[in-house]
């Protein structure tokens, strides 16, 4: 009979230990699915910004030309 026991609490001590770790790898995995969702809108922001810079950097060249070009009538 004490051995029927112990076996029930090791089994429910097994089960509970089963349960907490089952817990913990669903809070893991929901952890995991909002760095990717953190990571996908960093990269996307990262896309904005990287296509905002050569916006700007086209725009400069443009202007720079403009600059060279009416420097370069200046003197005639």
């Known amino acids: 009979m ?12 097994v089960e509970l230990m089963i349960e907490e770790q ?5 809070k893991l995995a929901e952890e995991v699915r909002n760095k990717k ?20 950097d086209e725009e400069l060249a443009r202007l720079r030309r403009e600059i060279e070009r009416l420097g370069g009538n200046a003197g005639e």
């Open 2 to 13: 004490y051995n029927e026991t112990l076996a029930l609490f090791d089994k429910n001590t």
């Open 37 to 56: 969702a953190e990571l996908e809108q960093s990269k996307a922001d990262q896309r904005e910004k990287d296509k905002e810079l050569r916006k700007r």
């Open 22 to 26: 089952q817990e913990e790898i669903k």
